[in-house]
């Protein structure tokens, strides 16, 4: 879910972003688990920049580095 309104200051704007999911797969499973880390950036940075914004995005840890089966933002 979003939400975000317009500030009083010209170009400002504050944005609230949450988000969650629930696997309900074995967590030995790899493919019942959910992924975050990193920016996903690749070598040639060809993709579009709101990917940041994605759930999935997590600066300051190695790509897909965390996994679990349920999360909450």
Request: glycine residues 14%; proline residues 5%.
């Amino acid at each position: 879910m979003d939400y975000g309104f317009a500030l009083p200051i010209n170009h400002s704007s504050i944005w609230l972003r949450s988000s969650a999911g629930y696997s309900y797969g074995d967590r030995d499973e790899p493919f019942a688990n959910f992924y975050f880390g990193g920016f996903g950036n690749n070598y040639v940075d060809n993709l579009p920049e709101k990917r940041y914004r994605e759930y999935y995005s997590f600066p300051g840890v190695e790509l897909n580095s965390i996994g679990g089966t349920n999360y909450g933002s």
